[in-house]
C-alpha cells in the first residue's frame, strides 16, 4: 500500500507567530495523525524562530508568491510552456501593487503539495483554530476538542470524495451594523440573504454537535478545506478575479467557488460539519463593533471583494446550470447606487462610492476573466495529463 502523506496549507502575508499552526500541529499529534508537511505560501517575510520552533514537528517548505523558481522550476520540466506556467502562478500586479489573487496564493500551496507527492492537503486559515465554539454567554465560553485531520479523512477517503469542507464558530466575518438602504447595499453585493444576521445578531455562532449533517455540497470554505490529491484528475486549480480601481488593485473573493462547479458529476464535495473556530476579529470575545476602523476597513474590502466576484460567479454557476436565480444587474445596480450612497454617509467614509464603478468595471473585464480563466483550465488539464505520465 502506497504510504498515506498528509500536509498543512497556510496562506499568510508574514509568518511571524506560532499560533494557530501550532495548535493544528499539536492537535494532529494528539489524535494520532502524522503530519509530514507544512507548507507555507508567504509574501514578504518568516521569522527564522518561528520557522525552526515549526521544524521541530515537522518538515516545513515555504514559496514565496511572486518568486518562487523551485515550483516554476517543477512546472516547466513537467513540460508544461512559460505561458503556461504563468496562467498557474503568475502575479502581474504584485510588483506595482504588491498584491497577489487569492487563487493564485492557494495554487503556490497546491502546485507545491503536488511537487512534494502529497496525498492529502488540508488548508486552514491563519485565524482558524482546531475547536469549535461550543457556548458562549455574557462574555463567558467554552470549546469542543475535535480531531481536524481525522474528521476530515474520514470522508475525505470516501468514494468519489475530492473535497471535505464546513464552516465556521464564532463571529460572522462583519458585524452586526444597520442604517438606512443597508438591505439595498446588500441586494448590490448578492448578499441580501445575509439581512438579518447582519442587522440583528450580535452573538457568536455556537455549536454543541458536529459531524452529525453531513451533505454533498457545491460550496468549499478555503479556510476549512481538504483536498484528495490522489484524485489530481479531477481537482481544478484556484481561481479568483481582480480589479484595477483608482490606481489600486482590489482582489475578489470566492477562490473555492471553481471546485463545485468543475467537478460536477465527476467527485463529490462534502460538508463534513465540523464548525471550527474563527477568530475573525483577532480579539475574541470581545464583541466587534463597525465604528472600530479595522472592521469598517473589512466590511468595505468584503463588499467589494463579493462585487468583483459576481459577474465570474453568475457566469460560473450558468454555465453549469447551478443556479435558478436570473441575476437582473440593472435592479442590482440601482439597489447598490442607493445603498453605497447611504453607507458613505453614514459611516463617513467616500470609499463606498467607489462600489457602483466596481460593479460596472467587474462586468466590462467579464470577458477578459473569462479568458484568464480558460487559460488557466487548459494549462491544468496539461499538467493532469503530465502527471498521469510521469
Not at 53 to 59: A, F, P, S, T
Not at 105 to 116: C, D, F, K, T
Not at 197 to 224: M, W, Y
Not at 240 to 256: A, P, V, W
Request: charged share 25%; proline share 4%.
Amino acid at each position: 500500500m502506497e504510504k498515506e502523506s498528509i500536509a498543512f496549507g497556510i496562506i499568510t502575508r508574514n509568518l511571524n507567530k506560532l499560533d494557530p499552526i501550532n495548535s493544528f500541529l499539536r492537535n494532529a499529534v494528539e489524535n494520532g495523525h502524522n503530519v509530514e508537511h507544512l507548507i507555507i505560501a508567504y509574501e514578504e517575510y518568516i521569522d527564522p524562530v518561528i520557522l525552526k520552533e515549526l521544524q521541530k514537528v515537522c518538515r516545513v517548505t515555504t514559496v514565496k508568491r511572486g518568486k518562487a523558481p523551485i515550483l516554476k522550476s517543477y512546472l516547466r520540466e513537467l513540460g508544461l510552456s512559460r505561458d503556461e506556467t504563468e496562467s498557474i502562478l503568475g502575479t502581474p500586479f504584485k510588483e506595482k501593487y504588491g498584491m497577489v489573487s487569492y487563487g493564485t496564493s492557494r495554487n503556490y500551496v497546491l502546485v507545491a503539495a503536488l511537487m512534494l507527492g502529497i496525498n492529502y492537503l488540508m488548508f486552514f486559515d491563519t485565524d482558524i483554530y482546531p475547536k469549535i465554539l461550543s457556548e458562549f454567554h455574557d462574555g463567558s465560553y467554552s470549546f469542543i476538542d475535535i480531531d481536524f485531520v481525522g474528521s476530515h479523512l474520514k470522508y475525505l477517503k470516501e468514494k468519489d470524495v475530492i473535497l471535505t469542507t464546513s464552516d465556521y464558530t464564532g463571529y460572522y466575518i462583519i458585524p452586526k451594523m444597520n442604517f438606512p438602504y443597508l438591505l439595498e447595499l446588500l441586494k448590490g453585493v448578492q448578499k441580501e440573504d445575509r439581512f438579518y444576521f447582519i442587522s440583528s445578531v450580535d452573538a457568536p455562532v455556537t455549536r454543541n454537535t458536529h459531524s452529525e449533517n453531513i451533505f454533498n455540497t457545491q460550496k468549499s470554505l478555503g479556510g476549512n478545506v481538504a483536498l484528495d490529491l490522489t484524485k489530481i484528475k479531477i481537482i481544478p486549480p484556484f481561481f479568483s478575479t481582480t480589479l484595477i480601481l483608482n490606481d489600486e488593485c482590489f482582489l475578489g473573493r470566492g477562490e473555492d467557488t471553481l471546485f463545485g462547479p468543475e467537478v460536477h458529476d465527476k467527485g463529490r464535495c462534502m460538508d463534513i460539519d465540523l464548525l471550527v473556530f474563527h477568530n475573525c476579529f483577532g480579539d475574541f470575545p470581545n464583541k466587534p463593533v463597525i465604528a472600530v476602523q479595522k472592521n469598517l476597513d473589512r466590511f468595505f474590502y468584503a463588499c467589494m471583494g463579493w462585487i468583483i466576484r459576481n459577474p465570474f460567479l453568475n457566469w460560473l454557476r450558468d454555465k453549469y446550470k447551478l443556479s435558478t436565480e436570473t441575476i437582473d444587474r440593472d435592479k442590482r445596480y440601482e439597489s447598490l447606487l442607493i445603498g453605497s450612497r447611504s453607507a458613505a454617509e453614514y459611516f463617513n467614509d467616500k470609499r463606498f462610492l467607489m462600489l457602483p464603478n466596481a460593479y460596472n468595471l467587474s462586468y466590462l473585464k467579464l470577458e477578459e476573466d473569462i479568458k484568464q480563466y480558460n487559460e488557466l483550465m487548459s494549462s491544468w488539464e496539461k499538467l493532469r495529463r503530465l502527471i498521469k505520465e510521469k
